[in-house]
């Protein structure tokens, strides 16, 4: 699906907000959006929120930005829409934010990973670390992914993908088929 500019005539737009209510319509296993800039960001945090999978870009300087970015997006759509909703809803829909950037030569390189894992703190969303970008290279930092049970569930090794001690794994006690409750649908 794509969006397009109305015509001569003044007709024929389809703005990404519609685009992204009908394509929840179709009942998906995931949504993904190419790019957010305005009041679609709403309609994509609401579905979110209600447990489907799904991702979209945003541009922004840092991960920290993106998830203001994204906290003040959904603004647009309308006066009834407040900071006392979104900063909630965003933190408890977003898992991981992966900030990229494009170096000298043009090419594109992750700069960090930040896991977040719902918390707000006087309207700021908490955000742990997880890589940041040093030297050229990716550096392992100490934060995890929120919500452990759902790697597991799809059979994804985290303590091996992130290259974890046994003493620092997040997912102790959580066993394939295991069932946890993390505050939202799986």
Do not use: W, Y
Request: one cysteine or more; aromatic letters at 2%; hydrophobic letters at 40%.
């Amino acid at each position: 699906m794509q969006t397009r500019q109305a015509g001569l005539e003044g007709t024929g737009e389809i703005r990404l907000r519609e685009l992204v209510k009908q394509a929840l319509r179709m009942r998906p296993s995931r949504i993904i959006v190419g790019e957010v800039r305005a009041e679609e960001c709403l309609d994509l945090l609401l579905a979110l929120n209600a447990g489907l999978p799904g991702m979209a870009s945003i541009h922004a300087n840092s991960a920290r930005e993106a998830l203001v970015k994204m906290c003040t997006l959904p603004l647009l759509a309308g006066e009834n829409i407040g900071s006392r909703f979104v900063v909630p809803t965003v933190a408890s829909s977003v898992d991981l934010v992966v900030h990229l950037s494009i170096d000298v030569s043009g090419m594109r390189r992750i700069d960090e990973i930040v896991a977040v894992p719902g918390r707000v703190e006087n309207d700021l969303i908490e955000t742990e670390p997880m890589f940041v970008r040093e030297d050229e290279r990716l550096r392992r930092l100490a934060g995890m992914p929120p919500r452990p049970e759902r790697f597991v569930r799809r059979g994804i090794d985290l303590r091996r993908l992130l290259r974890v001690e046994a003493a620092d794994d997040p997912c102790e006690g959580v066993r394939s088929g295991s069932i946890a409750s993390t505050g939202r649908p799986a």
